[in-house]
Every structure is written in structure tokens, then in C-alpha cells.
């Protein structure tokens, strides 16, 4: 099967066009040994097949951030399972065509045969700009097709031009450098094997490209010392010849693209200001597009969370109906029957629980992407960030992480520099995810709403979801300017053209990233479900039960006015009693699991916060997954396992509890310095699983165990502080 890599710029719509050519022949995954996202597709034309690979979007090939150096990588076939392509199908923007055309003439150099698709072709119409296909043929060498990926025009032109360049093997004109830089790429080219001069000529021109690739040359036998010494050579006769390598290529490539290029294009000058132009007049207004953002985003937020919210009802329907079913076929084995129901059933519903969210999350990032509005929130959001040492490049994935932070940690690969992409990554869990908002409506509905209304419970709600961005920021900031130090971050940004959304790339976007989210995370949520389940269930001794029950039926026979062992037939008849019974039991049984003396062991660590040892058990349960301690107070307190943070019983029950025994005895649990407390705790620490392990994937168990210990540290010592200080009130 032949190979054809998707090259270009960010925002040339490379995605797009990689959807009409492939549509649901792809796959994503990583590319080997990095964290880089990795697209695939088959392309069939005619009677064959050709497999695409969507090459991440770049401006050079510096190698210097993750994405450039498996641009780089890829296109020399040196990575493991990506083989060399036959073709390269570079995508250009037919509105910014001479600066796209840099990557192509640096891709050049590699010798790789190349076709290139003018994009946009409808944009530059609009904007009364005529390129002269015929002519940028000539000059570059190589096939053109003029294309509208989003409206998918063209695409049946492209195919065969591609096909026909598969067998034709079309090789870009490469740039004609000034004398002395020919003889410093002949020198360095000299002094090495032939395999490797390509790389070599990169090289001398962008230190980092050998730096970063200094395994290509050992593969090709190579030592880095000699490869090192041709490509010095190569650079200081460069030098001599009055060139800066930092920015030779730069101005020289530009000059020869300028003079190849500017006659076949026409641009008219006496229009009239755009509607692009104009609404950015607004969007990126320093106060205005400001108050637009953040609009804008309570749209998307608010949908997020009303819009799921019939769709994971419905789910946890099912999730209700399949654990009744096989619970029904197990009663004859009680800890089978609560490993299917409680561990596996609930683990697979634990994971497909957030897919709502997540599908509609990515659902209103790619419609803002693909309209070209989210390079204009990066752009205001990059004036917010600068001051602790980020850039707008952080704000997709922190947007990300509002929903889920396992998409935002994932999201920060775009992010070149590594000490910055290892802060966002960190920053990310500090945002309020979607898992929190249950404890938050429990919390608020319980005892904010009854007791300040419900405007101070909406205000509530709504500050609650910053404050681990408030808390968060102060320590960024700290730890850029006294630990990390890192470098003012240049932002460069591309402000795309307006452009209508395609339903089909929206659609698969969608599908890609939730099941990635269900293959990725859901594995890990699933496990520590299984844990859990484990450390909740065991010891299960039959002493407990009968205890329980002895204890419950002379409870009802005092009550009736009864003999116990009349009590005991009534337990037996009476459904609602059995039921009352059984939750009993459940709820003994939780406090004598492993899980519930852990509880009752660190229970003092807690007590400054003002959580009593069910409060703890609950904490301790919903460190794999936050909403784990809904259905884990719900058995605590006798109600079972299926409430909600809507459930009126669970709210009444918390707001009866008091304290048995100790100085407190007779005072409610909950108080408001209490609720709080819980609801900063939750706010800050990192209880979530799987995002420690996509944290660890991304970077490694060391800082996937520092945000983890840092958070939960950070959380405990934040609740002590609102409980004490709100207790003295």
C-alpha cells in the first residue's frame, strides 16, 4: 500500500480535507514512544487503496517542539511502524499562499515527491484574489489543484492528480540559495553519506533539527561526532559569509518564495475592510471581546451540562436495568452477584456516564475551531496568561479541562515548551470538571439553597467552579518565576478566515474523541471501579447481618408493641421493611470493609476540616472518581447505592445527622462551614484516577504522583482553613 503524508500549516484546513479523502476509514492512536496524536486513513482511488497519514500542522520543520520533531521523523521514515511516504500532498492556504509555501520548500530538501492543493479556493475569490494555477505549476515543479475542502470541491481533481504523481514521482523545485550558503550545505553534504545529506542540510541550517535527530545519523552509521563536525563546518562558513544560521533560511527562503510566487498571484487592494476584519474588531477587542468570551462560554458551559444531562440520566438508566438483570441471575451467589452489579456493571457505567459531556464538549470546541473563532479566544486569553509565564496556547486545554481533564491534559501537546506544556498540564485538574458538579449540587441544594435562596446558591454554584483556577494561578506563577523559570513564551497565531462548520468533520471529531476518552481513561476508571468495589465489599462476615438484623427486628418490636421473633416474621412479609433491613446491613457492612476503616483511621487528619468518620469514608471512595461519593453516602446512610445528587432522602438524611459522641454530641454534621469545607476539598483535590494516569502518559508517574500528593495536600489544608476560619464567624 502506498503512503501519502498530509502536510501543512495550523488552520489550512488539513483535517477537513483529510476527512473527505479518507471519511470513516481512519484511525487515531499516538505515534510511538511520544505523546503526539497520530491520524490514518485509506484514500481509495480508482482500484486502489492509498493509506494517508494527517501529519500534525506546523509552520517549519525546526524540530522544535514534539510536533515538528514527528513531522520531521516521519517524513524520513524513522519512526517505528510510520515507513517512509511515496508522496507528500501539501495543503495551502490560497489566502496566505507564500508563507504556506515555506514548510513545502523546507520539505523539499528531504527529496520527497510532492502535490500541492490550494485551499480556500472560495475565500480568495471573496477576497479578490486570482492565482495563476497554469503559472505556479511552472514554478514550482509540481502538480497544483485548486480545492474547497469544506464545501468539497475539487476533491475528485485532487484523487487523480494524486494518483497520476504516485507513478509520475513529481519533485518541488528547490530554492536557489545564495553562493555562500550552497557551498556551506555542500560542505557539510560532503563530509557525510549520501542517506543522511538531506537531514544534514536541514541541520546546518537549524541546529536543534541534530540535536533532536542525532539517532538518525547512528542508524545510518553516522557517529554524532562526525555528523556534528560536517554540520559545524556547514554552519561557520555561513558565518563567513556574513549569514546569522539562526535566520538565514528564513530571509533567503522568503525572498526566493516572494520571487517565484508573486507574479501568479493578484491581489485587489482598493477593497473595502472584510467581514472578518470587522467582526474581529469586536471578538478581539481588549474589553469587548473579553465580555464576548465569557459569554460565549457560559453558553457552551451551560449547554454542556443541560444538554447531558437527559443523555446521562439515560445511561444510568440502563446501567440501572442491566444491574437488576444480572443481579437477578446471581442472587444464588452474593459476591458474584455484587462484583457483576457493583464492580464490573458499575465500572463500564462509570465510564460511558461522562460520554455526553465529552461528545458535547468537542462538539463546541470543533464548531469554535473550524469557524475560526478559537484562535481569537487563544489571542485574548494569551494577554491573561502572559503574566505567570503562559501563553494563549494553554487556553484550549484548560477550556478542555472544564468538561474533562483528561482531553485538556491532552490537549496541551500543541504547546512547544516543555517546562509550559508540563505547567498547563499540572494547571489542568485545578479546573472545575464536570465530575464535581454533583458534590457541588448536593452540597448547595442540601443546605446553601434552604438557607440564603436561590440566588445566593446559583452565585454559588457558579464561583465554585473557579476556585481551583484562583487557587491554581498564585502557585503557576511561583513556580515559573523561582523553580521553573521559564522563557517568555512567543505566541504565534494564525487568525483564520471565518468559515461555516462541515457537519461530517464536527461529526467525526466527535467519534474520534470519545472513543478515545472510552479507550484511554476508561480502561483506568474501570479498574480502580474494580478496586473499590473490593475494598468496600470485604471482610463480608455473616456476623454483621445478623447483628444488624437482631438489632433492627427488637428495634420493631419495641415499636409494635411485639414479640422479636413476630418482628423477624414481620421482616419476612413486609417488602418495605426487608428493603429498610437490607439498606441497614449494606451500610454495616461498609463500615466494617477495609474501605471503612481505612475511613475511621484517618478520620482524626480530617476532623479539623470537620468531617466525621462517613464524610471521610466518602472522601477516601471518591478518590478514583469525585461522583463515586453520591452512591457511597447514599449506602452509608441506609438509602443504597442508586441516589443522586438530586435525591431529596439523601439531602433530608444529611441534614438530620449529628454528632454520637466527643465534645460536638448532639450538634449537626453538616453546618455550613462544613458543606464548605467539602466543597473547596473537592474543588482542589485531585481525585480522579484515570487523570493521573493520562498525566504519567503524557509525561511521567513522577509528575502524575506530584500532582496528585501536591492537590490533595493543597485540598486538605485549604478545607481546615474555610472550616476553622468559618466557624469563628
Keep these: 500500500m502506498v503512503r501519502i503524508a498530509l502536510l501543512g500549516n495550523p488552520n489550512t484546513g488539513k483535517s477537513t480535507l483529510f476527512n473527505c479523502l479518507t471519511g470513516l476509514r481512519q484511525k487515531v492512536g499516538n505515534y510511538p514512544g511520544v505523546t503526539v496524536q497520530r491520524k490514518v486513513g485509506r484514500m481509495i482511488y480508482g482500484k486502489n487503496i492509498a493509506e494517508i497519514i494527517d501529519l500534525p500542522g506546523t509552520y517549519s520543520l525546526a524540530a ?98 494524486v494518483a497520476a504523481a504516485l507513478v509520475s514521482k513529481p519533485h518541488l523545485i528547490e530554492a536557489k540559495w545564495p553562493e555562500s550558503v550552497e557551498k556551506a550545505l555542500d560542505a557539510a553534504r560532503a563530509a557525510l553519506p ?21 539517532s538518525f545519523f547512528v542508524r545510518h552509521g553516522v557517529s554524532p561526532q562526525q555528523a556534528s563536525a560536517a554540520i559545524d563546518a556547514g554552519r561557520q562558513m555561513l558565518f563567513k559569509g556574513g549569514l546569522n544560521p539562526g535566520n538565514a533560511e528564513t530571509v533567503l527562503l522568503y525572498r526566493e518564495i516572494k520571487e517565484r510566487i508573486a507574479p501568479c498571484i493578484e491581489i485587489d487592494t482598493t477593497r473595502s475592510s472584510s467581514g472578518s476584519e470587522s467582526i474581529d474588531s469586536i471578538l478581539t477587542h481588549k ?48 459476591m458474584l452477584q455484587s462484583l457483576a452489579t457493583d464492580g464490573i456493571v458499575e465500572g463500564v457505567g462509570a465510564v460511558f456516564i461522562f460520554l455526553p459531556q465529552i461528545l458535547i464538549l468537542f462538539f463546541f470546541i470543533t464548531l469554535l475551531e473550524d469557524t475560526g473563532y478559537m484562535a ?40 512547544q515548551d516543555p517546562k509550559a506544556r508540563i505547567i498547563t498540564i499540572l494547571l489542568a485538574p485545578f479546573m472545575s470538571c464536570s465530575a464535581r458538579l454533583p458534590v457541588y449540587v448536593l452540597m448547595i441544594g442540601a443546605f446553601i439553597e434552604p438557607s440564603y435562596g436561590a440566588a445566593v446558591a446559583g452565585a454559588t454554584l457558579f464561583a465554585m467552579h473557579f476556585v481551583g483556577l484562583l487557587v491554581a494561578m498564585p502557585f503557576v506563577y511561583v513556580a515559573n518565576k523561582y523553580i521553573l523559570k521559564i522563557p517568555p513564551q512567543t505566541f504565534v497565531l494564525e487568525m483564520p478566515s471565518y468559515q461555516v462548520p462541515k457537519v461530517r468533520d464536527v461529526l467525526l471529531r466527535m467519534y474520534n474523541q470519545g472513543k478515545e476518552f472510552v479507550k484511554n481513561a476508561g480502561t483506568v476508571i474501570f479498574a480502580i471501579t474494580i478496586v473499590i468495589w473490593a475494598l468496600l465489599y ?20 419495641s415499636e409494635l408493641g411485639v414479640e422479636q421473633a413476630e ?54 471512595a471518591s478518590f478514583p472518581a469525585r461522583e463515586v461519593i453520591i ?27 449529628k454528632w454520637q459522641e466527643g465534645e460536638k454530641a448532639g450538634q ?19 481525585q480522579c484516577g484515570a487523570t493521573v494516569a493520562v498525566i504519567s502518559q503524557e509525561t511521567s508517574w513522577r509528575y502524575g504522583l506530584f500532582s496528585f500528593v501536591f492537590m490533595t495536600t493543597l485540598a486538605w489544608i485549604a478545607a481546615i482553613v474555610v472550616y476553622q476560619v468559618g466557624s469563628l464567624l
Design 538 to 557: 470485604f471482610p463480608r462476615s455473616e456476623e454483621v447481618a445478623e447483628s444488624v438484623t437482631a438489632d433492627f427486628a427488637a428495634a420493631q418490636a
Design 287 to 334: 474589553v469587548w471581546g473579553l465580555f464576548a468570551f465569557l459569554g460565549l462560554m457560559y453558553v457552551v458551559f451551560q449547554s454542556v451540562y443541560s444538554w447531558a444531562g437527559p443523555f446521562m440520566d439515560l445511561i444510568d438508566a440502563g446501567k440501572g436495568m442491566i444491574q437488576d438483570q444480572v443481579g437477578s441471575w446471581l442472587v444464588q451467589w452474593p
Design 64 to 161: 522544535d517542539s514534539p510536533d515538528e520533531r514527528v513531522v520531521v521523523d516521519a517524513l524520513l521514515g524513522e519512526m517505528e511502524t510510520v515507513e517512509r511516504p511515496d508522496l507528500v500532498l501539501f495543503i495551502a492556504d490560497a489566502t496566505n499562499l507564500q508563507r504556506n509555501l515555506f514548510l513545502a520548500y523546507q520539505t523539499a530538501q528531504l527529496g520527497i515527491p510532492m502535490v500541492v492543493a490550494v485551499n480556500h479556493w472560495d475565500s480568495a475569490r471573496k477576497k479578490n484574489i486570482r492565482i495563476d494555477i497554469a503559472g505556479l505549476k511552472q514554478a514550482l515543479g509540481v502538480p497544483v489543484v485548486p480545492i474547497s475542502a469544506a464545501r468539497a470541491e475539487g476533491i475528485t481533481e485532487l484523487k487523480e492528480v
Design 668 to 686: 449537626p454534621i453538616f453546618t455550613i462551614p462544613v458543606v464548605s469545607a467539602i466543597m473547596v476539598f473537592f474543588a482542589l483535590c485531585q
Design 631 to 657: 452512591s457511597t453516602l447514599g449506602i452509608i446512610y441506609s438509602l443504597g447505592g442508586d441516589v443522586d445528587e438530586e435525591s431529596g432522602d439523601l439531602r433530608d438524611v444529611m441534614a438530620n445527622q
Design 376 to 415: 481569537r479566544a487563544a489571542f485574548l486569553m494569551d494577554k491573561l496568561f502572559s503574566w505567570c509565564g503562559l501563553s494563549g496556547k494553554s487556553f484550549v486545554p484548560l477550556l478542555s479541562s472544564y468538561a474533562c481533564a483528561i482531553p485538556g491534559v491532552m490537549a496541551t501537546r500543541t504547546i
Design 194 to 214: 549520501e542517506s543522511v545529506r538531506g537531514l544534514a542540510s536541514r541541520a546546518v541550517l537549524h541546529r536543534s533539527v541534530f540535536d533532536e535527530d542525532r
Design 567 to 620: 418482628a423477624l416474621a414481620l421482616l419476612e412479609s413486609d417488602e418495605e421493611l426487608a428493603d429498610a433491613l437490607d439498606r441497614r446491613i449494606a451500610s454495616a457492612y461498609v463500615e466494617q470493609s477495609y474501605l471503612g476503616r481505612i475511613g475511621k483511621t484517618v478520620q482524626p487528619v480530617f476532623a479539623w476540616a470537620g468531617f466525621d468518620w462517613k464524610i471521610t469514608v466518602g472522601v477516601i
